[in-house]
């Protein structure tokens, strides 16, 4: 039968304790063991302590310990698909101790418990709790029913509190416009309507960002995601009043946490948005459907439209207290960072959800287990005590990020250097994310494009100096096409049909790409295109301009040019100029000192060129080149340049004058353009 983990006994605080977790706090009285020892080193410790996640479950039913443990691995469980991913693992049940602090058994007060499942070969880390020699933070118990009034009341509360007290949140607002259309829920008969914005006064309602995720859904669930759309058919019949039975899930269940926040609106995307309606048209005005939200609900939990979000929220099924191992440590669960739920949560992962998150005052984050909630003035976490218990919150490992409101404090402040910075940032963080339809590729950033047009908007809503190409800004266009990318892309899915070589647009979906934020242009470089701006009224609207800006395929520039290899210049092998022993990132070329060389990193796209004499050339290259010899040299222009900083690469491809970019140069020395001459080139 083996060891009995689950054999209760009651410990010095008279609750029980199995022996599972008696396994758990002889650790500690071991480790304290090995390192007490001069001559032994500091070592993580580890032990299996449950047969199965499903026994741990059953012993959670007495032993307090247990609890602690098993609300832990569930508070880690973000969407429904991790819940049940989770269920499936196989294997046992471990507990891995670290090494005390500065090696010394005198300093492991503080401690992470590490817990995970699975046998050596496959083990999944899955909880992290804090261990202490005081009794830290009270113990949090929430609703497991995720309707319940507690948890109504405690984010009505934030809502109602940054309603009434939070100026800078209300000044956010875009403006007093509701949507074009919005779902009206009728409380009494349960039936929803759609109704036109303009017709009614400025009203309170949700927006709903969420994920269709068909492309993980079966046959039968693309159906009833496809069916929820309004189309021009069935558009008469919705403004007359349409049940819920039948939406998809998610929409379902966000219709009714509308309605447990007392609110009577809603705006979801394929309900809304109605044919004979333009998509793009309506994806110009996400900046007021979003900004103009009472509250912007992202349901993380879920993966596609078709789940639920959890009703029963596992991590919350036990009631837990202070729980105190027998080795005198305190166990405590550990708060998941926002910016964690925001960076593992799939619905971050897709393209629009984006500028849904980056648009709105006021967000509330629905995920498997807990309530998250942010606005520009605070940012709490599910406590059933309307924040009033202290929380233990862990190491924020993506503390990296911005704030979600960040972006319009900056819009709102009119720190043009600030907001440029912030929107290199957005498209950095954009153009890794995944989208379904490649040509959704501007359309899904354009209510993020028309918030940064705000600085530069009169009175009239008329845009004035600036301009939007292609995803660059006319005032900075030499910095943004200092963009590069981390690796280099499969040329054969270059969104040719998107955006021109030149913008980042371009580059294929889920690419990694670094911006550059401290870059000013060469003395010599002019963008020479003519301003579409002028005509007044509507075509100068920020929406108009964004609109038209999403369309341009070329532009005129004016620069220093020259060849980037050689005519004499050879191709090396990249092992021939980086010496196994290299640490430092550095070229060896005392081999072919006298020649003029290149060589092609065929994995990081990097492109050396070396002239005999002279400090070397590094590009990155977007895509990999075909090797055509040095008389098919791609040429170097010279827009941007900050002391190593060179200009962009482009390949002539269709005429002397017409240029597709290739890649950047990120290292070029200072006489590089010395005789190069200046050049009006077209760049597709």
Known sequence: MGYDFCKLRKNYDALYECNGCQVIGSMFEKRQEIESKSFNNPRALKAVFHKSL????????????????????????ITKEEADRLQRLPGRIWAQLPPSQQGSASNFNQNLLTIGVGDSLQDHTIAELSCTRQQGTPSVNLSAERTHNTVNAEVNGWLRICHETHTECRNLGRSRRNPSNLIFINSTSGMLRLVEGSKLDH???VALSYTWGVELATEEEKAIIKAASTKERNSHERREGFPMAG???TILDAIRLALSLGLRYIWIDDICIVPPVDWNEEASKMDEVYGNSYVTLATCSSMK????????REAWRYKTGACRLYSGHWLANVDMPLNEIRQRSNLFTRAWTLQEERLTPRMLYV????????????????????????RLQGSDRFAWMRHPQSFLRACRRQDLAALHEQWLELVQAYVKRNIFNSADRFPAIMGLAVQYLGPYT???EEVKGQEYLAGLWRHTFAQDLSWSVQAPGVPERRLDSVAPTWSWASIPVCSDIATQKMVEPTSDFALLEDSRLGSGGDLDKASKV????AEIKSVTVRGRSRRLLAKASTKREWSSIVPWHNAKGEFDFSGCISDFIHAQNLSTGQLVVYEPHKQEVVAQLDYLLAEKG?????NVFSGSDLKELGGNGYQDEYSSSKYQRVGICNSVHDSFFVAAPLETIVLV
């Open 546 to 549: 964004v609109k038209r800006g």
């Open 203 to 205: 009203v309170p309602y």
């Open 305 to 312: 439209a078709t789940e639920q979000i959890p009703y029963f």
């Open 458 to 460: 009169d009175e009239n």
């Open 367 to 390: 995920c498997g287990q807990r309530m998250y909630w942010s606005c520009s003035v605070s940012q709490q976490v599910e406590t059933g005590q309307n924040g009033g218990l202290p």
């Open 54 to 77: 499903e026994e741990l479950k059953i012993c959670a039913n007495k032993c307090a310990t247990c609890r602690v443990l098993y609300r832990a691995i569930w508070l880690r469980q």
């Open 247 to 249: 939406l998809p899930g």
């Open 630 to 634: 040095s008389r098919d040299s791609p």
